[in-house]
């Protein structure tokens, strides 16, 4: 009888200590939250991060935008087949890779620059947009199939592309590139990480970052402050734009206007001058009841809100139940228009056009003088 009890005490404790490092071994495998602002330089021109890619395919297939889209353009209306096992691959790690690299990753996508080029009469603006994957996973598990998707994708994309290996700084690089040399898909991995852009110069920059060589978009004063204005707990997207993004934003746009060599040194005055009005931009989604909720900031030059809120008057007589977009709960609405935006500040170009500014903006610009009446317009 003794030995009876004994032998049932023994496996109770077996069946204890087994059950304790299975949920030892669940809660060690669950990815832990990495700092992808880490990765990117902190002169970087913009930066998005998603925390959770699965839970962002989550929330965009059960939209009503989604929905209504995928069919017309011919998208499937479920882009996680198999939510089930995208679980068990998160809690666990334990799946295919593309379950794996779809349930644990991090996403986030960093802006270096961009790469303006003629040929002939036309002008190409590319970005410097750099991929990094914070895979959670080891690299044997999923590095294979990421260089495979990217292997198709190059096909695809350059037909028979040139592919090559090198090492820089000990990091191993794979790239892709077209017949011509011209377009690059590069990637490189760091631990866990896999950093994938169109650019060498731009990935090398990424490694470094994250390596402490070149200072980091986290720990930045600037850019930490405009993460936590716009903090939504369990946000599904953020994404930050410096002040030399806002400009290079604007540039990209007048030329994209303009599709003109001529219209460079132009664009840039323009994006220069506008541009001096934005200290940067953030701003944070999430999905609530199959639709997207944004919380935005934008810092404005110092002196350029004073000026706005000279401008800005409240609407009378503003009726709630008119106001289709507002929720039925709202208990608060303000509504602001501009006064004097149409009463704008001239100045003639050599060709005797002119450039129409705001007067709210007038005082800014002119304390800014770059020769906007020696501007030539090229839209």
């Keep these: 009888m003794n030995a009876l009890i004994k032998s049932r005490r023994i496996r109770l404790l077996l069946s204890v200590a087994t059950l304790g490092l299975v949920a030892a071994w669940i809660y060690w495998s669950q990815p832990h939250r990495a700092d992808m602002a880490t990765f990117a330089p902190s002169e970087c021109f913009a930066f998005i991060e998603a925390d959770n890619a699965s839970e962002l395919l989550a929330g965009l297939e059960e939209s009503q935008g989604w929905r209504a889209l995928a069919g017309p353009i011919g998208a499937r209306s479920n882009l996680l087949t198999n939510h089930w096992l995208v679980r068990v691959a998160r809690w666990v790690g334990i799946g295919n890779a593309d379950a794996l690299l779809l349930a644990r990753s991090q996403v986030g996508i960093v802006f270096t620059g961009a790469q ?40 695809r994309t350059y037909g028979q592309p040139q592919f090559s290996r090198k090492q820089i700084e000990g990091a191993d690089i794979a790239e892709w590139s077209s017949s011509d040399g011209v377009r690059h898909i590069v990637m490189a991995f760091l631990d866990s990480a896999a950093i994938i852009g169109n650019d060498e110069t731009s990935v090398v920059s990424c490694l470094e970052t994250k390596r402490g060589k070149r200072a980091a978009l986290a720990g930045d004063k600037f850019f930490e402050d405009f993460r936590g204005r716009v903090n939504i707990p369990d946000s599904s997207l953020f994404g930050f734009v410096s002040k030399s993004g806002v400009k290079s934003i604007l540039q990209a746009y007048a030329l994209y206007k303009a599709a003109s060599s001529d219209a460079v040194t132009a664009s840039r005055l323009l994006s220069d001058t506008a541009g001096n009005l934005v200290n940067g931009l953030a701003c944070r ?39 289709p977009f507002v929720p039925p709960d709202a208990y608060s609405v303000s509504i602001y228009h501009l006064l004097r935006v149409l009463y704008c500040a001239h100045f003639l170009n050599p060709t005797g056009s002119r450039i129409r500014t705001p007067s709210c903006m007038r005082s800014v610009l002119e304390s800014r003088p770059l020769g906007l009446k020696k501007i030539h317009l090229p839209f």
């Design 285 to 323: 989604s999430q999905f609530v009841e199959g639709m997207v909720e944004d919380r935005c900031f934008l810092a404005l030059a110092e002196g350029v809100a004073d000026k706005l809120r000279s401008t800005m008057v409240a609407q009378d007589r503003l009726e709630i139940g008119d106001l």
């Design 116 to 155: 303006v080029g003629e040929t002939g009469p036309t002008l190409t603006i590319r970005p410097l947009a750099t991929l990094i994957i914070e895979t959670h996973s080891s690299q044997r598990q999923v590095r294979p199939a990421l260089e495979g998707h990217i292997e198709e994708f190059a096909r």
